[in-house]
Nanobody, 126 residues
Framework: VQLQASGGGLVQAGGSLRLSCAAS????????IGWFRQAPEKEREFVGA????????DYLDSVKGRFTISRENAKNTAYLQMNSLKPEDTAVYYCAADQAPRTAVLSRSSVAYGYWGQGTQVTVSS
């Protein structure tokens, strides 16, 4: 699966952004999608994940209620809607697809994901 993340940018605190993750190469609906982020000098961090059909999601506690992950399998695209953004959300955001197709478990571990997009920068100013 090839993934391309887009939609990042500079936004003021309290603002919103929607990131997209466009997939190609394999059957998108066979893969759960995870979103991760990495801030400068910090380790990559799980943000959220969505199951193959979109019926299950999981979120990092600090983004619950502010971020929403969705997907449109017909468009081979997943989304990360980010509202009420805070300066601490500043990071490069990555989307990733499961290591193997038809994986049932939503994982918070980066090693469970075998395919990664290139990342998109999100900067939140105070």
């Amino acid at each position: 699966v090839q993934l391309q993340a887009s939609g990042g940018g500079l936004v003021q605190a309290g603002g919103s952004l929607r990131l997209s993750c466009a997939a190609s190469g394999r059957t998108f609906s066979n893969y759960g999608i995870g979103w991760f982020r990495q801030a400068p000098e910090k380790e990559r961090e799980f943000v959220g994940a969505i199951s193959r059909g979109g019926g299950r999601t999981d979120y990092l506690d600090s983004v619950k209620g502010r971020f929403t992950i969705s997907r449109e399998n017909a468009k081979n695209t997943a989304y990360l809607q980010m509202n009420s953004l805070k300066p601490e959300d500043t990071a490069v955001y990555y989307c990733a697809a499961d290591q193997a197709p038809r994986t049932a478990v939503l994982s918070r571990s980066s090693v469970a994901y075998g395919y990664w997009g290139q990342g998109t920068q999100v900067t939140v100013s105070s």
